[in-house]
């Protein structure tokens, strides 16, 4: 229904059609936080797709908390998309590979 009715660019606009979509994504953040039982709505995190995600993840957490001589691991059926960016952040941070 959202595409087909109620598309509009999120928080970009202040006509009618924006201001519903804006409203009806807070909605949606607000029951994911419920379901996951997360504490507050900021730390539902919305990304276009998987790919993107595992990117943030080695990102922010990746530079936050991994350190030289630490090894992350993954198995060896892992898709491309989920090993670039731990090479990369073992390349960054000294860290080690490991594929299991």
């Known amino acids: 229904r959202f595409y087909t009715q109620d598309y509009a660019t999120v928080h970009r606009a202040v006509y009618s059609l924006s201001l519903r979509a804006t409203d009806m994504h807070h909605a949606v953040r607000e029951k994911v936080r419920s379901y996951i039982n997360a504490a507050h709505n900021d730390e539902i995190i919305f990304t276009r797709g ?50 299991c």
């Open 50 to 99: 998987a790919t993107e995600s595992i990117n943030m993840v080695a990102s922010c957490f990746g530079r936050a908390f991994i350190h030289p001589e630490d090894e992350i691991v993954v198995t060896e059926i892992e898709h491309h998309s989920n090993l670039v960016p731990w090479q990369m952040l073992c390349k960054e941070r000294g860290a080690h590979l490991r594929i």
